[in-house]
C-alpha cells in the first residue's frame, strides 16, 4: 500500500470529531435524539435554527453516543455488582475486586479488538497495563503474608510476655491466650 493511501487511512481512523459536535443548538439535537425523533426531522430542525447538517452526520453522533451510553451502562452494572459483593462479604479486598473487574475488561477489550479500538491506547500499552495490574496482585498479595507474619510475630511475643509475668496464674494465662488468639484470627481475616 502506497504511503499516501496509508495516510488517508490513518486520518479516517482517527476522525473522531463530528459536525453535531459543533453546531449551537447541539443541546436540540441531543433532546431530540433522546425523544426518538427521526434523523431526517432533527436535520430540519437544525436548518430552521439556522445551521446546515447532514442526516448521516447526526446518525454517525447518534450511533456513537449510543455506544458511550452502552459501555456507561454496562460499567455502572458491574460496579453495582462489585458493591453487592462487597456487601455480602465484609472481608474482601476492594482493591483486588476492583482491580479484577478492571483486569476483565480490558482483556475483553484486548481479545475483541481490531486496529481501530486501539487508536487511543496501542497493543503495547494495553500489555504494559495488564502487567501493571498483575504485578499490583502480586504486590498485595506480598502485602498480606507480610502483615499476616508481623500479626502473628507481635502475638507470639505478647504470649510469651504473658506467660513468664502470668506463670502462677494459669487461669488468668488461659483466657488472655484465648483472647490474643481471638485477636490474631480476627486481624487476619480476610487478609490470607
Do not use: W
Request: aromatic share 4%.
Amino acid at each position: 500500500m502506497s504511503e499516501e493511501k496509508q495516510e488517508k487511512q490513518q486520518r479516517e481512523i482517527k476522525r473522531r470529531h463530528y459536525l453535531v459536535e459543533k453546531l449551537q443548538c447541539r443541546d436540540m439535537v441531543d433532546r431530540m435524539l433522546a425523544e426518538g425523533y427521526g434523523y431526517e426531522d432533527i436535520a430540519q430542525a437544525v436548518f430552521d435554527a439556522g445551521e446546515r447538517i447532514g442526516k448521516s452526520s447526526i446518525c454517525r453522533y447518534h450511533n456513537s453516543m449510543s455506544q458511550v451510553a452502552e459501555r456507561v451502562i454496562k460499567a455502572r452494572e458491574q460496579v453495582k455488582v462489585l458493591v453487592d459483593v462487597l456487601r455480602d462479604r465484609p472481608g474482601t479486598d476492594i482493591a483486588e475486586a476492583a482491580e479484577q473487574v478492571m483486569l476483565q475488561g480490558l482483556l475483553q477489550k484486548v481479545a475483541t479488538a481490531d486496529e481501530e479500538d486501539f487508536e487511543e491506547m496501542s497493543l503495547a500499552q494495553a500489555g504494559r497495563l495488564i502487567g501493571t495490574l498483575s504485578r499490583s496482585g502480586v504486590n498485595r498479595e506480598k502485602f498480606k503474608l507480610q502483615y499476616n507474619q508481623g500479626v502473628g510475630a507481635a502475638v507470639d511475643r505478647i504470649m510469651g510476655e504473658l506467660r513468664v509475668e502470668l506463670a502462677g496464674m494459669p487461669d488468668v494465662l488461659t483466657v488472655l491466650a484465648a483472647k490474643l488468639e481471638t485477636v490474631r484470627t480476627e486481624l487476619t481475616a480476610g487478609q490470607g
